[in-house]
């Protein structure tokens, strides 16, 4: 079966950290880019950060950067998205989606509005900031 799972996600709070961890069964993620995205209670699905599989080049929203830091280790077939210095705003169900026409530039994977728009996307796991 082909699948992403995430996992890692808790309640923590502001200030604290997280590390999501994003593993794939049933096909190697050697040649997807990688999309971490999220999406917070009412409102629209926003890209985090991605990495590509040719350079392993990484981009970010402005939103977190400085803060999240996105890593890929193919060897165990999974992709990290580090989290420090939380904020409420960060609060949300995190996503995974990989997909090989990013492969090369996975920047505007950051802007698709929709998880259907990748080859394929996991279930999710819920972050929530607060004291």
């Known amino acids: 079966q082909l699948q992403l799972v995430e996992s890692g996600g808790g309640l923590v709070q502001p200030g604290g950290s997280l590390r999501l961890s994003c593993s794939a069964s049933?096909?190697?993620?050697?040649?997807?880019?990688i999309t971490w995205l999220r999406q917070a209670p009412g409102k629209k699905l926003e890209g985090v950060s991605c990495?590509?599989?040719?350079?392993?080049?990484?981009y970010y929203a402005d939103s977190v950067k400085g803060r999240f830091t996105i890593s890929r280790d193919n060897a165990k077939n999974t992709v990290y998205l580090e989290m420090i210095s939380l904020k409420a705003e960060d609060t949300g169900v995190y996503y995974c989606?990989?997909?090989?026409?990013?492969?090369?530039?996975?920047?505007?994977?950051?802007?698709?509005?929709?998880?259907?728009?990748?080859?394929?996307r996991g279930q999710g796991t819920q972050v929530s900031v607060s004291s």
């Open positions: 989606a990989a997909d090989r026409g990013w492969a090369y530039y996975c920047a505007d994977s950051l802007y698709v509005g929709s998880l259907d728009e990748f080859d394929y």
């Open positions: 990495i590509g599989s040719s350079d392993g080049s990484v």
């Open positions: 049933g096909f190697t993620l050697d040649y997807h880019a």
